[in-house]
């Protein structure tokens, strides 16, 4: 059994993963950590990994020429960081700055991808807790505006 397997199968991203599918992503796991300010990826950088946060929290933003970063969320323990490696382009559309130090598991998105389009039932199981994320990711950005436009009436 590989050594991360037993990690994934206690994340809350991937709760009641079935084991065949744990077993997949631990091939394509590594293990990562960074400081507190580090970027973990930046907007426009190619979107080949995502992240399962392990410990330590991080902000996404968007960059706004006209006021600088909007924090969009912060991320912690039990989370997934990163869904841009699922549509192409495979780009970073916000940034993720460290505010606590992190401890990460690295999932390798590329040959996670192509094992997804290699078994629909992997694919499957992986999109359907990602379009979780994704829908968090919007209506955090809605309340930003939300808040944006209330403070300018």
């Not at 997949?24 to 796991?29: G, L, P, R, S, T």
Request: charged share 25%; with cysteine.
């Amino acid at each position: 059994m590989n050594e991360y397997r037993s990690i994934l199968s206690t994340h809350a991203f991937l709760g009641n993963m079935k084991a065949e599918n744990l077993d997949k992503i631990a091939e394509c796991a590594s293990y990562a950590e960074f400081a507190r300010g580090q970027y973990v990826f930046r907007q426009g950088e190619a979107a080949e990994h995502f992240f399962l946060i392990l410990e330590g929290s991080v902000e996404v933003e968007l960059f706004s020429a006209a006021g600088g970063p909007v924090v969009l969320q912060k991320v912690g323990r039990g989370s997934v960081l990163g869904w841009s490696w699922i549509i192409s382009p495979y780009i970073w559309r916000f940034d993720a700055r460290v505010l606590e130090p992190v401890k990460a598991l690295e999932i390798d998105a590329v040959r996670l991808r192509t094992m997804m389009s290699k078994d629909s039932g992997l694919g499957y199981e992986i999109l359907s807790r990602f379009i979780h994320t994704v829908c968090e990711r919007l209506e955090s950005e809605r309340m930003q505006l939300v808040a944006l436009y209330a403070s300018h009436s």
